[in-house]
């Protein structure tokens, strides 16, 4: 995959973990709502790291 | 829960277990502190160490600045007072912001080789503008005394409930506590401290959290007793609004109270680990590090955002069990959820353990603060405005400065102390959230922002701050509503920074060079 595309889906899962949170929230509530805000935070966080290290890594 | 839970008391067995457990863990971190002061010659050694931290101790350090009383203690009054509405304020998605604070701060590390010591010093070399630096020191100031107040509501709650002891003592023995071990350590010695409080916050955060689920008859009984309760005000008023849902019309000053303010506290949850300065400070003395490195940067942050769920599960799990008991009694109200299930749980030890994460997380914040706060003025002001004092008299100064920034918020907390500790200190988050993602973060990676780009940031956000709910906003519709403040607050400084900075003048090119040099 090119870079630009790499990118663009990472965006793109950044924006639906994000989005998912308060929907989870609304339909599922309770527990589910409770962990999967969590769950959906640690997939946030690893396509972060995958950005960063393959992506946008920073040499000094 | 087939027979009533009585809630505990503090016994002269609690008093003695958490005394010497408190006293164990500020002593160890104390020690750290000694062993480094002996190695810290100069002002800029106290404010970032020697740029040798690595990865592990980083990442444990910034949980431990980000996680504070607020997660460690005031999550369970979260829980235990709003139910499931609270859970926005708990930071159930806390790890998305923590996670984007570790990707960008990392670039702090070529400001500090640029010659950076503090938050605001970033600022004046990205802009080259000692105005900026000198406002964003006052704004930090400003800001972190507010964040303060709940530290020290934390750490005497604690006290208070686990040994009896009155409300002002509990107070003075902590602020004594905490300035001793601010004033000896110094950036070093609260980077280790930091690191060791944020693992010792981390496993007893899970081990309570979890066991208090089960304590309390698994997690459908509890599920059960919040979709059935009905908030009651602190004082014991019950009312007939319903906290089984994800949001609660309580009050338009409560952020959960509709799905705008849900928006907006989830926007500041984005923002506000990378705007807190106690926390983008932490990477100010990182070494360079790989990328396996860095992924374990980012494990330990995930494993410790778990942290505050944990502990806002304690408060749902005091819910079940005890009702809307603890709203009656002030003024610590539900805030006292956590405690007194880790007393419940594990008796004098349970006690003393969970008041050893407590004041771990409130101290390491507490630290990273008043460090924070110290160096603005010895650094950001004081020099900034007469370059020839020496590095000495900075370091002297910054050390006596801990006094003053001790004191004022514990003068604050004993004369008013906040009714829900978490929905205090969301009023100062929002500000650092809007102003620093953007003046600090924002323009370490963006070229085209400017001086004055940042400076009106800062003026709005500071101007908007005064329009919190609780404060001026009640008078000035719509800014009574806490989603319409935080949103116009943190929407608006991106705008005032974007729109101000293009219609101004950049650096020159080649001063930003330095700053943005070209990839090879």
Aim: charged share 10%; net charge positive; with cysteine.
């Amino acid at each position: 995959m090119k870079r630009n595309g790499k990118v663009l889906l990472g965006i793109v899962v950044l924006a639906l973990c994000f989005a998912s949170v308060p929907i989870v929230a609304y339909t599922l509530g309770g527990w589910y709502a409770y962990w999967g805000a969590a769950l959906l935070s640690a997939a946030w966080a690893t396509v972060l790291l995958w950005l960063r290290t393959t992506e946008f890594w920073e040499v000094d | 829960m087939t027979e009533a839970v009585p809630i505990p008391v503090p016994t002269p067995e609690s008093a003695i277990a958490v005394s010497v457990a408190v006293g164990l863990m500020l002593a160890l971190s104390a020690g750290i502190g000694v062993y480094f002061y002996r190695k810290c010659k100069s002002f800029d050694e106290w404010a970032v160490g020697h740029g040798d931290v690595g990865p592990l101790v980083t990442g444990l350090a910034l949980t431990a600045t980000w996680l504070s009383g607020w997660a460690i203690f005031g999550n369970a009054g979260l829980g235990y007072t709003y139910g499931w509405s609270g859970s926005w304020l708990i930071g159930a998605m806390n790890l998305m912001g923590l996670s984007l604070c570790v990707v960008l701060g990392y670039r702090m590390r070529r400001y500090a080789a640029l010659g950076a010591r503090t938050v605001p010093e970033v600022a004046k070399l990205r802009f080259d503008s000692s105005l900026v630096q000198a406002l964003a020191g006052l704004a930090m100031v400003v800001l972190l005394i507010v964040y303060s107040v709940g530290q020290y509501k934390a750490m005497a709650s604690v006290w208070k409930l686990t040994t009896g002891t009155d409300w002002l003592a509990s107070l003075l023995i902590t602020a004594v506590l905490c300035a001793a071990y601010i004033m000896i350590g110094g950036y070093a010695g609260t980077q280790f401290s930091l690191a060791l409080q944020g693992g010792i916050f981390m496993v007893i955060g899970w081990a309570f959290g979890i066991a208090s689920i089960f304590w309390a008859g698994g997690p459908s009984k509890i599920a059960e007793a919040i979709a059935a309760s009905k908030f009651v005000k602190p004082g014991g008023v019950e009312t007939a609004v319903s906290i089984g849902g994800y949001t609660a019309p309580i009050a338009p000053s409560f952020p959960g109270y509709d799905w705008l303010g849900v928006t907006a506290a989830m926007i500041m949850f984005l923002l506000m680990a990378t705007g807190f300065p106690q926390n983008i400070a932490r990477f100010l003395g990182t070494r360079r590090v790989t990328r396996k490195e860095y992924g374990v940067i980012m494990l330990i942050v995930a494993l410790n955002c778990v942290t505050p769920l944990m502990v806002g599960a304690m408060g749902y799990a005091a819910r079940a069990v005890w009702g809307a008991e603890l709203m009656g009694s002030g003024p610590i109200y539900g805030d006292a959820a956590a405690s007194l299930v880790s007393m419940a749980i594990g008796g004098s030890a349970g006690a003393a353990v969970f008041s050893m994460a407590v004041f771990a997380a409130a101290v390491s914040t507490l630290a990273g603060m008043v460090m924070i706060m110290a160096t603005n003025v010895s650094r950001d002001l004081i020099r900034n405005g007469t370059p020839k004092v020496s590095p000495r008299a900075q370091l002297m100064i910054s050390r006596l400065l801990v006094v003053p920034f001790v004191l004022i918020p514990l003068w604050w907390t004993y004369t008013s102390p906040p009714p829900v500790l978490s929905e205090f200190m969301s009023g100062s988050a929002v500000a650092q959230a809007g102003i620093f993602f953007f003046v600090i973060a924002v323009s370490m990676y963006w070229k085209r922002a400017t001086k004055w780009g940042a400076v009106a940031t800062i003026a709005y956000g500071m101007a908007l701050a005064l329009l919190h709910p609780n404060v001026y906003g009640k008078f000035v519709p719509p800014f009574g509503h806490w989603g319409v403040w935080a949103l116009a607050l943190m929407i608006g400084c991106a705008a005032v920074y974007t729109v101000v900075s293009l219609a101004t003048k950049p650096l020159p090119e080649e001063k930003l060079a330095r700053l943005f040099p070209e990839k090879g």
